[in-house]
Each structure stands twice: as C-alpha cells, then as structure tokens.
C-alpha cells in the first residue's frame, strides 16, 4: 500500500501559532484551573493570542528591568518630580492606556529618548529615560497597541528591528561612561566592580530579544514576507528605524 502522507513537512506559522498558543493554555490551566472565557476573544485567531501573550511576557520583562535598574541606581529616582516612587513610575509607562510623551524628557519616547539616557550631559532621570527608550520601542514595534484582534496587521521589520536595538542598549549600558570613566548607569556588574557577579540584566535583555525575534518571524511567515536582516553591530551607536 502506497502512503502520500509526508509526515516530515515544515512547520508554517500557523501550527507554531497553534503550538505556542496550546503550551500557553496547558500552563495556564496547570497554575490556575481552567482559563475563563472572554468574548472579545471571538475575534482573535490563534496568532492573535500568541501575540498578546508576547507582549503580556515583554511588559513583564520590562517592568522587572526597570526596577532592577532603580534599585542599583537609586540617584535617578531623586532627579524626578518630588514624591516619585518606583510604583509610580511604572505606572507612568506602563499604565493603560499608554503615555507617549513626558514633559521631562522634552517628549522623547522610543528611538528618541535612549539618546537621552547615554548623554553625559543630561541631567534628569536616565533610569525613566532608558525605559521610556525600551518600553517605547516595543509598543511602537506592535503600532501602539497592546492587544490584537483578526484584522490587525504587524510587521515583521519593526519586530525585528527592536530586537537589533535591544541589544544595541544593552552594550551601551555596559559600556558608556561619564567624563571621569564611570558608568552612567549600572546594571550588569563583575567581581572586580562590585565583588558580586550580576548578569540578571543580560538575562532580562537577552529574553526580551529572543521574543522579539519569535515574533518577527511568525509575522514574517504569516504575511509570507522575508525578514531584512541588515548588518547592525551590537556596538552601534544608530539606532534601526521602527
């Protein structure tokens, strides 16, 4: 008997959707019972909810490096408005719906406030300015939305472009440093700084890359478009269009 079945096809975006989208289940069902039922999901495909999920996972992220970074540098927080706290500035960038522009940092968000962080000169809060920078660039790289429905269309460019600044940030958060050779902000310390090995910040930006890069190429293989994969060293001081 003659067998057609090729059990050995690749994967399109669609069953590693499905995929993704069952372990997200399996492991809501295994923490917390049965996951409720909403009905705005209705209207959202399997890669709809994989997308939310991803964006769900990089605010988590993003919140746990923001805080990480005020508690090693608690300087910056005393360079915001009086009576700011580490809550409330969480709630400032990640309370919905989104801000987009703060006074403080002349307006800068995304692309245009890292600059601000890793300026010798700047006097404000570089902690505040960097995630404005991070958590910026990854709403913008989603059009500013933090949930998705069958019609909403990403592209795989902007996705794939935030990862490639992510890990441009991360080089220069360990490596620019002021006019008397000091780190402008700490982060990720070795034995010789601060006698304790940290790298939980390496580890924060190194999964936030890895979901942006995920994502770039599900939405690559759902709009059936190829990925630009520009040659952008992480030592790049030029940031990619988002």
Request: glycine share 6%; net charge positive.
């Amino acid at each position: 008997m003659r067998c057609d079945l090729n059990i050995f096809q690749p994967l399109t975006y669609s069953h590693v959707a499905a995929l993704l989208l069952s372990l997200l289940l399996l492991t809501g069902c295994q923490q917390g019972g049965t996951r409720p039922f909403h009905i705005k999901n209705l209207g959202k495909s399997d890669i709809d909810m994989v997308t939310d999920a991803h964006m769900q996972e990089l605010n988590t992220l993003a919140k746990a490096l923001m805080i990480k970074l005020y508690k090693l540098n608690p300087r910056e927080l005393k360079k915001a408005p009086k009576g700011t706290t580490i809550a409330k500035r969480v709630q400032q960038l990640f309370g919905m719906p989104r801000t987009v522009r703060f006074t403080e940092l002349g307006n800068a968000y995304g692309n245009s406030a890292i600059p601000l962080t890793f300026n010798p000169d700047f006097q404000g809060d570089r902690v505040f300015a960097l995630m404005a920078g991070v958590a910026g660039m990854i709403h913008t790289s989603y059009n500013f939305q933090d949930e998705f429905f069958m019609l909403d269309k990403l592209d795989q460019q902007k996705i794939y472009n935030c990862a490639r600044n992510l890990e441009s940030i991360a080089w220069l958060l360990n490596n620019r440093r002021d006019g008397h050779g000091n780190l402008l902000l700490l982060s990720n310390s070795i034995d010789g700084e601060t006698r304790i090995s940290n790298l939980s910040f390496e580890r924060l930006f190194g999964k936030m890359i890895s979901l942006q890069d995920m994502m770039a190429r599900l939405i690559a293989d759902q709009n059936n478009r190829a990925i630009n994969k520009v040659l952008h060293g992480v030592a790049s001081t030029t940031l990619l269009p988002i």
